[in-house]
Nanobody, 125 residues
Framework: QVQLVESGGGLVQAGGSLRLSCAASGRTDTNYGMHWFRQAPGKDREFVAA????????YYADSVRGRFTISRDYAKNTVYLQMNSLKSEDTAVYYC??????????????????WGQGTQVTVSS
């Protein structure tokens, strides 16, 4: 079992920045790929960014590429999502997920092994 806990969400003005964290605990010895998703009210959960266990590979959705950066700290078993130049359309609940394949390729939501509880990001225009 792996437990994921997101933090760092909040209210920010358009153009501002936030850094989200996803702390992993439990069986973290597996080389999980770590993915960020988001879900806005009334919309499906959508992929945002992913990173391999080694941190060598990353992958971003077109909507955030160039504005968001995913990274990880091995010592802290934590994955980060640095979000810059935020837009109102970035408003959503952000979730992290663990992929036992270790890949950065997005999967169907139901295929992920573990999810966090989510953290709310609200961008005011």
């Amino acid at each position: 079992q792996v437990q994921l806990v997101e933090s760092g969400g909040g209210l920010v003005q358009a153009g501002g920045s936030l850094r989200l964290s996803c702390a992993a605990s439990g069986r973290t010895d597996t080389n999980y790929g770590m993915h960020w998703f988001r879900q806005a009210p009334g919309k499906d959960r959508e992929f945002v960014a992913a990173i391999t266990w080694t941190g060598v590979r990353t992958y971003y959705a077109d909507s955030v590429r160039g504005r968001f950066t995913i990274s990880r700290d091995y010592a802290k078993n934590t994955v980060y999502l640095q979000m810059n130049s935020l837009k109102s359309e970035d408003t959503a609940v952000y979730y992290c997920a663990a992929d036992s394949r270790g890949s950065v390729v997005p999967r169907m939501v139901l295929e992920y092994n573990y999810w966090g509880q989510g953290t709310q990001v609200t961008v005011s225009s």
